[in-house]
Nanobody
Framework: VQLQAYGGGLVQAGGSLRLSCAASGITFSSYHMGWFRQAPGKEREFVAAISRNGVTTYYADSMKGRLAISRANNKNTVYLQMNSLKPEDTAVYYC????????????????WGQGTQVTVSS
């Protein structure tokens, strides 16, 4: 199983980034997908999640209104569009796959990608 996250980088405050996560080795359409982030010295926290059929989405309150999660099951890929980025959004962003009902809970995720660094300068 491999989840390959990419699309991170350095962006100025107010800018946008689109993260992607390509999955292989799993039946992608059978898994809900989520994005989490981890800043230095902090715990990994929930960012966004999308149900396996793409109908239901969840967002962290701290980033609500600035995010859009989507998926393309025919491409085994989940996306995270991030707008109006702030310096406090700087972190490593991880994608994960879960079959659990609570997509906000980190503990339910079975597989993780390696992470992609997002740095927002002020």
């Amino acid at each position: 199983v491999q989840l390959q996250a990419y699309g991170g980088g350095l962006v100025q405050a107010g800018g946008s980034l689109r993260l992607s996560c390509a999955a292989s080795g799993i039946t992608f359409s059978s898994y809900h997908m989520g994005w989490f982030r981890q800043a230095p010295g902090k715990e990994r926290e929930f960012v966004a999640a999308i149900s396996r059929n793409g109908v239901t989405t969840y967002y962290a309150d701290s980033m609500k209104g600035r995010l859009a999660i989507s998926r393309a099951n025919n491409k085994n890929t989940v996306y995270l569009q991030m707008n109006s980025l702030k310096p406090e959004d700087t972190a490593v962003y991880y994608c994960g796959a879960t079959r659990g009902l609570s997509m906000r809970d980190l503990e339910g995720y079975l597989f993780w990608g390696q992470g992609t660094q997002v740095t927002v300068s002020s």
